[in-house]
């Protein structure tokens, strides 16, 4: 008897001595990451396995995976190879219930006891699951001192805001990402919110191995920007002749995006600016009022739905009246509330202006109509608009220069562009900001289109109040007329035609002149945004494949303007197709392509393995040609 309790004697303390081991890490803070879709709840650390336990938040019914080469990687480049998964399969793909939330683990070798913090990452392919600086010591994290540069600014309640300046001129931007280093993305985008560029303003950023990195754009006046990194996103203001200094936390801007941090105690500012209206700056950077009114059409959908005209214009003006009041309660500057308001007015007349759509709309989404039922009643509904349906918009701050600060100007100017005759009326005047902004947005679309300014366009362009419009626009002018030179100098893209060939094998006889290569088949268009994009992002890709037995065929329409087309496929390499209305709509109808961009990836032998209506990523592209090509 006393040889069996000792034996268990031995056991307990064996089972405690184990337990003691143990390190367990509740919720580990972490400085940045690429992805929301999965979050460490706990490490569970032994003498034995490293053990994550993950919660996965992604869309109901979509998968994710977890690749085999996953590992964890200390500070001193020490990796820690992924052994293996528990209630999720390496390599297959995760589908995610009807919650969008799921759990799993992914156990790892142990990690030595003074290890205080480590990356996760899937490796180097594009799209890979990336978390840097997973904390293992919260205290310690928690005691960090900011940097020097994090200066918060005390809030001036009676700031007024300063009338923006207009003149054409460089901004500058120096920017520093705190807690940057090796392994963590070394490239992000500016995004000029300015209604002329908005939609193809992209400007490419390098990082610098201290975390640094600097910008300069041409701006005509004070510009809302957004920089954009995997791991963080910070909006800014810009002006021409002035230096916006920013320092940016991703640490902060990660837990505020985080479902299992999001409640935790803030480790500092998302951001701190130093320049050009700096403390304004930070007002706008910390704000959580919610005052884009227009970012989601579909959360108005259930309340709008098969109402009458004036009660959707009561529900809108109401949403107004409410978040204008939260506005004012606000412990802000009256800087700060003048930009806040000004963005509420702009995406209040954006769901004023394009209400009677948005009706439409929402009665095919709340009755669950079908592709065929929606068209349909899209196109056989008219709903009539009461006479005075839009006077609301004179109460509404739309046209005035605290409209340049807000970032959703450029959308209430694109918008407008297709209301203006009624905003003359409704507003009775043609002058101001907004008009003046409209009117230099003609000629930038004529040169977006590959069309040089003429004559008669230029001279026009010196009634505009402001220089400075003519004066961007000039340059881009000078710098459209440069490219077309270029362009009659390149070479990597060929024009073809189709021949006489019945619409039936239309389709097939272009992919029957490249049988036996590997296709890309793109359906796009000039004027379709996403679409351009994608050709930009896609050339690393074909250059990385350029030996690869692939050829790219690019399809379009007569809505893309034979000019605009010719001047834009030089930067386009492949071969490109433009069809008659006729022959586009067909092949449209009978490929059932619902929108453009739409993909079809071709075996050598004429078969289509894969289509996806929206550019999926170079990852995935990549992924499927080269699963074809082998």
């Avoid at 999965?38 to 869309?59: G, H, M, P, Q």
């Avoid at 990796?79 to 995610?96: A, H, K, Q, S, V």
């Avoid at 990195?213 to 701006?219: A, N, T």
Wanted: charged residues 25%.
């Amino acid at each position: 008897m006393k040889k069996i309790t000792w034996i268990i004697c031995l056991l307990l303390c064996a089972a405690c001595t184990m337990q003691a081991k143990e390190r367990v890490i509740e919720r580990p803070p972490f400085i940045a990451w690429n992805s929301t879709s999965i979050e460490i709840d706990k490490l569970v650390i032994s003498d034995t396995a490293t053990v994550a336990y993950i919660k996965a938040f992604y869309r109901p019914k979509f998968w994710i995976k977890i690749a085999k080469g996953s590992f964890l990687a200390d500070p001193d480049g020490q990796l820690y190879p992924i052994r293996r998964g528990i209630g999720i399969t390496l390599d297959e793909e995760f589908w995610m219930p009807e919650s969008g939330e799921a759990e799993f683990q992914l156990v790892f070798p142990p990690l030595p006891e003074n290890v205080t913090w480590v990356d996760f990452s899937e490796g180097d392919t594009e799209g890979a699951f990336k978390i840097w600086g997973i904390q293992l010591d919260k205290k310690a994290f928690y005691k960090r001192d900011l940097p020097k540069e994090a200066i918060v600014h005390k809030i001036n309640k009676e700031a007024t805001l300063p009338v923006p300046e207009f003149a054409y001129g460089k901004a500058t931007v120096k920017g520093k990402i705190m807690d940057y280093r090796e392994g963590m993305p070394q490239a992000g985008r500016l995004h000029l919110l300015e209604p002329l560029r908005w939609t193809s303003s992209l400007q490419e950023i390098n990082i610098h191995e201290d975390g640094t990195f600097e910008v300069e754009i041409d701006v005509i006046t004070t510009t809302p920007a957004i920089f954009s990194f995997p791991f963080a996103q910070v909006s800014c203001l810009l002006a021409p002749g002035k230096e916006t200094k920013v320092l940016i936390n991703p640490a902060e801007y990660c837990r505020q995006q985080s479902q299992l941090h999001k409640n935790a105690k803030p480790y500092g500012k998302k951001a701190y600016f130093e320049g050009y209206l700096a403390a304004l700056q930070q007002e706008l950077s910390d704000n959580t009022i919610k005052t884009n009114l227009a970012a989601n059409p579909r959360s108005h959908f259930d309340r709008i739905a098969d109402k009458d005209a004036n009660s959707v214009k009561e529900y809108f003006t109401e949403l107004r009246r409410n978040t204008l009041q939260e506005i004012e309660k606000a412990d802000m500057s009256r800087a700060a509330k003048e930009v806040l308001a000004a963005n509420t007015d702009n995406t209040t007349a954006i769901n004023i202006l394009m209400a009677d759509d948005m009706m439409k709309q929402a009665h095919m989404f709340t009755q669950k109509l079908n592709r065929e039922q929606a068209n349909e009643y899209y196109r056989d509904t008219r709903i009539e608009m009461p006479e005075d349906f839009y006077s609301v918009l004179k109460e509404l701050s739309i046209n005035t220069p605290a409209n340049l600060y807000t970032p959703e100007f450029a959308y209430i100017a694109l918008v407008a562009r297709r209301y203006q005759e009624l905003l003359q009326k409704t507003l009775g005047t043609s002058e101001g900001v907004l008009f003046q902004t409209m009117e230099a947005l003609k000629y930038y679309r004529s040169i977006e289109d590959f069309t040089p300014l003429t004559a008669e366009q230029k001279a026009t362009l010196d009634a505009l109040p402001e220089p400075a419009y003519k004066e961007l626009l000039t340059a881009l002018n000078n710098e459209l007329l440069r490219k077309i030179e270029e362009n009659k100098k390149k070479s990597g893209f060929t024009v073809n035609e189709v021949g006489e060939v019945s619409n039936e094998e239309l389709f097939s006889s272009i992919l029957a002149k490249y049988k036996g290569h590997v296709l890309l088949v793109d359906f796009w268009a000039t004027w379709c945004g996403p679409c351009r994009m994608a050709n930009k992002t896609m050339i690393p890709m074909k250059e990385e494949l350029k030996d690869k037995d692939i050829i790219y065929v690019y399809i379009t329409g007569e809505t893309s303007p034979k000019g605009v087309w010719e001047n834009m496929i030089p930067d386009i390499h492949g071969e490109h197709f433009r069809l008659t209305n006729e022959q586009y709509n067909y092949l449209r109808t009978n490929l059932k392509i619902e929108g453009v961009p739409t993909y079809f990836v071709v075996d050598r032998e004429g078969k289509t393995t894969y289509r996806s209506t929206g550019f999926p990523g170079t990852g995935t592209m990549k992924e499927q040609l080269l699963k074809v090509l082998n």
